[in-house]
């Protein structure tokens, strides 16, 4: 299967500012990459699908102007939280979709903003 | 609206046997997959049914019926290291994925 790394694992940052968490495809040419979000206890909710040399498509009530995503290669995903809020504190993981079936996950990016 | 249901937590003992359920109601429908979650860490998949009926891989087993819109994961041999989070999850079509609310499996020594 694929193999998918997320980085940071982990970033706290004050309020006001913007962190970029990385997904990259180690082994495995990502057309299509994902995006969740999952608060604590609860489930993993997309938030958008990244599509290498064009525009992500975002779920329903997920602003595209605060959560920026940027898919410039096969093997590299980018999701960019701006002027980031304490709601915005949560576990951020990003997937693949490999030959077989059922998606790979990253290790996920638990962030807290202060 | 598409929803999946799952227990939200299921207690067993190791060396047992659980069976996690799960009904769905999607618009669309290709699959279901099983994904385990510890604390803290990523979703890890754990078996995929397309068709109807039984999947085995090792102490795991996952079960489909299209006609009744359910399915259901089975653990035997039930370890400590198996107390995780069970998400069940439908494939609804174009890349289009809707997971469940998740079942907290507790196994007691």
């Known amino acids: 299967g694929a193999v998918v790394s997320q980085h940071p694992s982990w970033v706290i940052c004050k309020s006001g500012t913007s962190v970029k968490i990385e997904c990259r495809s180690l082994d495995f040419q990502a057309t299509t990459m994902f995006w969740y979000r999952q608060f604590p206890k609860q489930s993993l909710m997309l938030m958008a699908t990244?599509?290498?040399?064009?525009?992500?498509?975002?779920e329903q009530g997920v602003e595209k102007d605060k959560f920026l995503i940027n898919h410039a290669s096969l093997t590299l995903s980018t999701l960019t939280v701006t002027s980031a809020h304490p709601e915005d504190s949560s576990f951020y993981i990003c997937s693949v979709t490999g030959a077989d079936y059922g998606y790979t996950f990253g290790s996920g990016t638990r962030l807290t903003v202060v | 609206g598409q929803s999946l249901e799952q227990p939200s937590e299921v207690t067993a003992v190791e060396g047992a046997i659980v069976q996690i359920n799960c009904t769905y109601q999607t618009s669309g429908f290709y699959g279901l997959s099983w994904y385990q979650q510890h604390d803290g860490g990523a979703p890890t998949f754990l078996s995929y049914?397309?068709?109807?009926g039984l999947e085995e891989t090792g102490r795991f087993s996952s079960f489909l019926s299209r006609s009744d819109s359910y399915g259901y994961l089975l653990l035997q041999e039930l370890q400590m290291k198996d107390s995780a989070s069970y998400f069940c999850a439908a494939d609804t079509g174009g890349f289009k994925t809707i997971f469940g609310a998740g079942t907290r499996l507790f196994v007691k020594a």
């Open positions: 049914n397309g068709l109807d």
């Open positions: 990244s599509n290498e040399g064009s525009k992500a498509t975002y």
